[in-house]
């Protein structure tokens, strides 16, 4: 399998890969939601076909995602915060959900997909400029309830390329888990949802034969060395800069990009109706 991969898109992946890793140490934000907006760009830019573009953007994303994690959860569990507890009784929906997500993805028009991950980057970006935390107002869920939640969390994750934090924060908080501890063990559902989604989207793109070279089923391999190489570097400088800084009126200014990033899906999506 050949790779038609310049030094130009090496550095680009570079600096990609560079900027999410230490946007996700310094705010706390998975790389999916600006990922997916950003790999878009360059595979349309490179001329892939738009019918695999926003599909394999999402795969790759997820698959950074595996590597990245794992420095996350170690720090959240070295400081105790991970309730394990909650990541063994929503692991199983998750597993589920991130599978199913990918198949429900491989099945949506790309235009469709685009405008689903337009709509979750506009949520997110409002939820971070108002800082808003849902009130605690119940407990978690028993048995059934908690393979529910954590079906929807997957589906939701494998749908956009995200690590879930965008839900499982909010349903953990809502269930009176404190924020400290939702965040973390959010961290660790991270990576079983990136793992099982990446297994969907391989599998799900692995009957295709005019997929791009370089590919494994939905995911573009040269981007994921790539930019898993550079976040996983990065991040932990973010992480450190976080602790001396006021992240607070950062997230403001980074909610403006997520509206930027937000607006470009959507043009994506509507350009696909067309």
Not at 112 to 119: E, N, T
Not at 125 to 137: E, G, N, R, V, W
Not at 172 to 192: D, E, H, Q, Y
Not at 200 to 219: C, E, N, Q, R, V
Request: glycine content about 12%.
């Amino acid at each position: 399998m050949a790779f038609d991969l310049g030094w130009q898109l090496i550095l680009e992946l570079l600096v990609l890969g560079s900027f999410t890793g230490f946007l996700a140490g310094l705010l706390g934000v998975g790389g999916g939601a600006t990922l997916v907006p950003f790999i878009t760009l360059l595979l349309t830019l490179k001329g892939f076909p738009e019918a695999y573009i926003v599909k394999m953007a999402v795969a790759t994303s997820l698959a950074t995602i595996c590597f990245t994690s794992i420095s996350s959860v170690r720090a959240h569990h070295q400081r105790g915060g991970v309730r394990w507890d909650i990541v063994k009784l929503l692991a199983p929906g998750i597993v589920l959900g991130s599978l199913l997500g990918a198949q429900i993805a491989k099945a949506l028009p790309a235009n469709w997909l685009a405008l689903l991950f337009a709509l979750f980057i506009g949520f997110s970006a409002t939820q971070m400029f108002l800082d808003k935390k849902p009130k605690p107002s119940r407990q978690l869920p028993q048995g059934a309830g908690m393979i529910g939640a954590g079906s929807v969390i997957g589906v939701l994750s494998a749908l956009v390329g995200a690590g879930g934090a965008f839900v499982s924060v909010p349903f953990m908080t809502w269930c009176n888990v404190p924020i400290r501890a939702a965040v973390a063990t959010s961290a660790a559902l991270g990576f079983p949802i990136a793992l099982m989604g990446t297994v969907g989207y391989i599998y799900a793109g692995w009957s295709l034969h005019d997929m791009p070279p370089g590919t494994l089923g939905f995911i573009y391999l040269p981007a994921l060395v790539v930019i898993a190489a550079a976040s996983v570097t990065t991040a932990p400088l973010g992480a450190r800069t976080a602790h001396r800084i006021d992240t607070a009126k950062l997230k403001r200014v980074f909610a403006v990009l997520l509206y930027s990033l937000a607006s470009y899906m959507l043009y994506k999506g509507i350009k696909g109706l067309a």
